[in-house]
């Protein structure tokens, strides 16, 4: 079964990222839900059915439920690593396309900046096998390889800290908005050789909503609905260090749920106007330009060296929101947060940071140790 | 003939400058500097490696008893001489003890090996001590951390038995009770005089009498003591030339390796004697042991894995008096990350974390870790073969980890692509930031990971190979 041209996005919400020491989950859920409502110009009541992607700031249905007083219908919690945001946009998709509901909330959060938790903490759960590792030990091990392979240094990765810093200047909602030198990057206190504090993103608080319809009630909503061209996700091996073959110098996850939107979209890369992918770290975005197809393998480094990941760049846009580097990941709402973003860009309404005529957008969200690809195909006709 | 077939020394990579500890309290400074176990090592992980030396290519499953000595084993109750013969892979039908509670267990562990090899048996005598002086004291300056191991049978001997000899005697010169947290020594000359003394002169002299020898007659002895004075005052009048016939006790360079002491200096003494040479071992604790070997011609050609003299050379001076108290845990720190450790996994799991095996594909004929139900390559769903992977390998890709909470950062994470095939996910140790790089040669070292809910955390890392 193919997705396309089935499911539309009607309305977005985002509350603002960042250090929200004085907002709780709850505060987060509730701004961005009603940012979303009043996008769609729908009354809560109409919600038939919703999906809440959250890491481990809750558990449950009731995540959502609760603050948003949504009672007595169908709520699901998602998670799926980092991509749990998306992956709950995408089984609300699944759901809307199944006929089962009509229209449908998607949201996703995270609440990280309440605990002292430095970072994403360490995961899997044996007491010696991978003991210590961190989220950005797993990308700092793919740094190193793409290093030894494609002869580069750090002043290659500072370049995705400069653009996305520079484009999170013109979003207001980001949590860093503040432009950063490739000095200050390749010079900040490393935190995970090669990659230093700059070439990681932040640990942040943020919740981001979509409310998705049957795409043919759409246009009683709004006369510009996003359709949902493609989504696709896959899941390889979260032991990959341990893989022999792996090369790590990209993430099959990537390819893979990328490949099964552009098929389900009927594109290719060279359709899409603008992307929202997971810089987690600065070396997962030059990765991302060669699994989503930007780009050929080992050219990711001159892709954005060369500026043609720049908002006017010439090529496809990346993460003209600043990405996760200057936005902010709050984990569950990254996914949801980029189809809000990709979308302020579809209905024109993105901005300083507006990619001019933009018609084809995609996000792509990444989870675990780039073991879950998360691909979404966005278009607005 | 009974006697030596094999031998093995650990000296921990750190050492400890004693003026960074005399500089600390504002005391005198006992001059040279001592081996010091890092954190992720203990009395286990340096007999251990040892052990694995020692044993070399044997087959693991010919040994018969693993006697494992110390005065600091990781635990009060459970036996430390298991985990040696697990990681080594001897199999279940061997007797396993530990000798403890007496400075003289190395060598009492050496004697009990020899008359059972009496009896036809293969068996392996390791010792590690980390033994810990109070802080302000000069004991703190005088302990030194490290390892030994002996593999003694009746086969391919490299020093046969000539005869042994032990005296054992009540006496309160060093100890530790339950309560204390350190050893405590009685204060002034009382313990070297009326006991170390008087108990290596009486295990000497009555060990060359009943071998019907005397003193000149020795090639090198490896004596125990607490420090090289006090082996020249304990020896004097006993007709030994000190320089000449006296392995020095690496007082300078390791400090008083407890248990394992007479093991370390017995390995560098047989590294370097001669056939014919007639060496002597003696350990002292609650009076003395001591044992008599003739070098055979074995040991021309005899090859030590790693010699304890290219240990005391290859060392990282830790100048930060604060990291060996973290070390130590003289200073706690609560980390932020909780840690669950169980031991139902340790033991679900035992045979890939201890012996360190992975699974071979019958299909695609993959080597892997861990040892996966359904083939990571291929999909082949009927099972992996069980295959004990390579200690050495090539590192494949690498991050030194500044976020990861440690006592010694930063934590390098490390892929490792091992010899004739397999691919492991360890911890880097035993080497700076700065040295590594992708490619560099590694072999496997075996340490305690992590502690948690009073469980020692075993595992293998990886360090650079020599």
């Known amino acids: ?348 309404k993105a901005g300083d940071r507006q990619v001019k005529d933009a018609e084809v957008g995609l996000a792509h969200n990444l989870g675990g140790p780039g073991s879950v690809g998360c691909v979404t195909i966005l278009a607005n006709s | 003939m009974v006697g030596i077939v094999s031998y093995g020394s650990y000296i921990p990579s750190y050492r400890l400058p004693r003026d960074v500890i005399a500089k600390e309290w504002d005391g005198p400074s006992l001059g040279g500097e001592r081996a010091l176990a890092s954190f992720d090592e203990d009395s286990l992980t340096l007999a251990m490696n040892a052990s694995i030396d020692a044993l070399g290519d044997r087959n693991p499953k010919a040994v018969a008893g693993i006697f494992f000595a110390s005065t600091t084993s990781p635990y009060r109750e459970k036996q430390a001489a298991a985990t040696v013969a697990t990681v080594l892979d001897t199999g279940k039908e061997l007797r396993t003890m530990d000798f403890s509670d007496s400075l003289r267990a190395g060598t009492s562990a050496l004697l009990t090996a020899l008359d059972l090899a009496k009896a036809g048996e293969l068996l392996l005598v390791c010792a590690g001590d980390a033994r810990m002086g109070e802080p302000d004291t000069l004991q703190e300056q005088n302990y030194g951390d490290a390892g030994g191991a002996l593999v003694i049978g009746s086969e391919n001997v490299i020093a046969e038995l000539v005869g042994t000899h032990t005296v054992s005697q009540e006496f309160l010169g060093t100890w530790r009770t339950e309560e204390q947290d350190y050893l405590k020594s009685f204060p002034g000359g009382f313990e070297n005089k009326f006991g170390y003394n008087r108990f290596i002169a009486e295990t000497v002299q009555g060990l060359l009498q009943k071998c019907h020898l005397e003193a000149k007659d020795i090639a090198n002895a490896a004596i125990a003591a607490p420090s090289q004075k006090a082996l020249r005052g304990a020896l004097r009048g006993l007709g030994f030339d000190m320089k000449s016939q006296v392995q020095e006790t690496f007082w300078n360079t390791v400090g008083d390796a407890g248990t394992a002491q007479p093991l370390v200096l017995l390995a560098a003494v047989l590294e370097r004697a001669q056939p014919g040479d007639l060496i002597l071992v003696a350990g002292y604790g609650d009076g003395g042991d001591a044992a008599l070997f003739r070098a055979t011609d074995g040991i021309a050609s005899f090859q030590v894995a790693r010699s304890v003299y290219s240990q005391i050379e290859v060392k990282r001076t830790l100048q930060s008096y604060g990291k060996y108290a973290r070390f130590r845990k003289l200073i706690r720190k609560d980390y932020a990350t909780e840690d669950e450790s169980t031991p139902v996994v340790l033991l679900r799991d035992q045979k890939q974390i201890l012996p360190l095996y992975g699974g071979k594909c019958p299909a695609c004929g993959v080597i892997q870790f861990p040892i996966h139900r359904i083939c990571t390559e291929c999909g082949h769903r009927d099972g992996l073969e069980e295959i004990k992977l390579s200690r050495r390998g090539t590192l494949f890709t690498f991050t030194n980890d500044y976020l990861t909470e440690t006592p010694d950062p930063p934590t390098t994470h490390a892929v490792v692509d091992l010899e004739g095939g397999g691919r492991v996910f360890v911890q880097l140790t035993d080497c700076e930031a700065e040295r590594v790089e992708i490619g560099m040669p590694l072999e496997l070292t075996f340490r305690k990971y992590h502690e948690g809910y009073g469980i020692k955390n075993y595992f293998w890392k990886a360090r650079p190979a020599e």
Not at chain 1, 14 to 30: H, L, P, R, W
Not at chain 1, 96 to 116: C, Q
Not at chain 1, 152 to 180: C, Q, W, Y
Request: charged share 20%; net charge negative; aromatic share 8%.
């Open chain 1, 1 to 348: 079964m193919n997705i396309r041209d089935k499911v539309a996005v009607i309305g977005a919400g985002c509350s603002k990222f960042g250090e929200n020491y004085d907002k709780s989950a709850e505060d987060m859920i509730v701004e961005a839900a009603h940012d979303a409502y009043t996008d769609a110009r729908i009354d809560p009541s109409q919600i038939q059915a919703a999906w809440v992607g959250t890491l481990s700031s809750a558990s449950a249905g009731n995540a959502l439920a609760d603050p948003l007083k949504l009672f007595n219908i169908p709520i699901t919690r998602v998670e799926n690593y980092c991509a749990s945001g998306m992956d709950a946009f995408r089984n609300a998709c699944m759901a809307v396309a199944s006929g089962m509901y009509d229209v449908v909330l998607a949201l996703g959060f995270e609440k990280l900046r309440d605990s002292g938790q430095r970072g994403l903490g360490t995961f899997g759960d044996h007491p010696v096998v991978g003991y210590g590792t961190t989220a950005p030990s797993l990308f700092a091990m793919a740094a190193n390889r793409y290093f030894e392979t494609y002869g580069i240094d750090k002043t290659a990765l500072a370049k995705v800290a400069i653009k996305n810093h520079h484009n999170g200047t013109m979003s207001p909602k980001a949590h860093f908005r503040m432009e950063v030198s490739e000095d200050q990057v390749v010079n900040a206190p490393l935190i995970c050789s090669p990659l230093g504090l700059l070439d990681c993103c932040p640990t942040t608080d943020g919740a981001a909503a979509v409310i998705i319809c049957k795409e043919e009630l759409a246009r009683s909503f709004r006369a510009d609905p996003v359709k949902v061209k493609g989504v696709g996700l896959s899941v390889t091996s979260g032991e990959p260090y341990m893989k022999p073959s792996f090369a790590y110098t990209g993430f099959p996850a990537t390819a893979q749920a990328a490949q099964s939107a552009y098929e389900q979209a009927g594109m290719t890369a060279k359709d899409i106007d603008l992307v929202e992918c997971h810089d987690c770290f600065t070396i997962t975005e030059i990765l991302n330009y060669e699994d989503l197809g930007l780009c050929e393998k080992g050219e990711g480094w001159r892709y954005v060296a060369e500026g043609r990941a720049n908002i006017d760049g010439g090529a496809v846009p990346v993460n003209p929101s600043g990405g996760l580097k200057s936005f902010g990941h709050p984990i569950g709402a990254t996914g949801i947060r980029m189809i809000y973003e990709v979308s302020q860009h579809l209905w024109g």
